[in-house]
């Protein structure tokens, strides 16, 4: 069975509890709260930290259903939980003379690499080539313990510290947005490109913002229902996929081109095709969305990708785009702020979950807030 937490000394410093409480996964679709957590502690360079907020992903929702068996998580029980914002409140050994120290506000990441394979050497830690080899390489709420807890401990390599002007519960929403960026900053965007992102969620939204941020001339949001209208709410153009023909809406657009550049967010057979249709001789294409089921045998125009010269792109959560995306939230640059729609207690933990999944009231990005009781 996977350790819930480690110890390293059995000694618990001075003001902190000995157990904590968490979300406990025991199997696909099951899970518990539990308060007889033991309180981890840090080892050589990581940091623990009071959780304040925990943003709940799509993947999250996939891993407790149980969609990646024996690999996210390895076993069970396993707390999960990777994009987060908290405070550290106490430093492993050597972490202090590197500057950390408790009382900083950070926002977590979920990769952690080895830092001495080839991959992590040319800045690509997340295609680690130490992946799931504990403790070299960690993926904090996917195989390694994560966030949904009221304390966590992880590498400095995956926390990174928050400006004062974002507010704590808001860098729970960095992590989201760092991967948007890295997903414009891999097929590249061009100042005065057209951009189409395929999926109107947060995600989507987030990668809009980025485009923008990174010279894009425009971006057409595909999507439906109330998600496309709010994408419309934000500035953004929108073609509504059940209505009007996405390829055709987009070439109206363009002037009879097509798009220089898509992103898939959705990762689903529809949305990937789509990403692919829509774009103009020698686009380039990212696919974010990670698939499942179905998703992961969609059929591609490979005449169009070949005779076109379209440029396809694979996009793992992210790389050296933390501290490149904290300057663009705090200008206003890239908005995460309106995405956050729902707030729930851990003890909440299976609502916030379905309100998630299933949309409730709107919902975009849902918190879960360990600290909170109400």
Not at 5 to 19: E, I, K
Not at 277 to 302: H, I, Y
Not at 331 to 359: I, N
Request: charged content about 20%; some cysteine; aromatic content about 6%.
């Amino acid at each position: 069975m996977t350790a819930l937490a480690h110890n390293t000394d059995g000694q618990t410093p001075l003001g902190l509890p000995q157990h904590m409480r968490a979300v406990v996964l025991t199997g696909p679709n099951r899970h518990e709260i539990r308060d007889d957590v033991p309180l981890p502690r840090p080892g050589a360079l990581e940091v623990l930290c009071q959780v304040d907020s925990v943003a709940i992903c799509g993947t999250d929702l996939h891993i407790y259903e149980g969609r990646f068996p024996g690999r996210w998580p390895k076993s069970y029980p396993f707390i999960p939980g990777h994009e987060w914002s908290g405070t550290v409140v106490e430093v492993g050994s050597g972490a202090a003379g590197l500057g950390w120290h408790p009382g900083q506000r950070v926002a977590g990441t979920s990769h952690a690499g080895c830092g001495f394979c080839r991959m992590c050497r040319i800045g690509r830690y997340n295609l680690c080539d130490n992946y799931g080899r504990e403790p070299l390489h960690h993926q904090y709420g996917h195989y390694s313990q994560g966030a949904d807890a009221e304390y966590v401990v992880h590498s400095i390599k995956a926390v990174f510290p928050l400006p004062d002007e974002i507010e704590l519960r808001y860098g729970a929403m960095i992590d989201t947005a760092s991967i948007a960026l890295h997903s414009v900053k891999r097929p590249g965007i061009e100042p005065g490109d057209v951009v189409v992102v395929v999926g109107a969620g947060p995600m989507g939204f987030l990668i809009a913002d980025c485009a923008l941020a990174l010279g894009a001339a425009s971006v057409i949001m595909t999507g439906s229902g109330d998600r496309l209208a709010r994408a419309a709410d934000l500035g953004f153009q929108t073609v509504d996929y059940r209505s009007q023909d996405p390829v055709r809406e987009v070439r109206r657009l363009t002037d009879g081109q097509g798009a220089h550049v898509a992103i898939d967010a959705a990762g689903t057979p529809i949305s990937i095709r789509q990403a692919v249709d829509v774009l103009r001789k020698g686009g380039r294409v990212a696919f974010t969305g990670v698939p499942t089921g179905g998703g992961g045998e969609t059929a591609l125009p490979m005449q169009k990708i070949v005779l076109e010269e379209i440029e396809l792109y694979g996009v793992r959560a992210n790389r050296n785009t933390m501290e490149e995306v904290l300057p663009l939230v705090v200008s206003g640059r890239v908005r995460v702020k309106p995405l956050v729609t729902h707030t729930f207690p851990l003890a909440d933990y299976g609502e916030a979950l379905r309100t998630f999944a299933e949309r409730v009231d709107g919902a975009l990005k849902v918190l879960v807030q360990p600290s909170e009781t109400l």
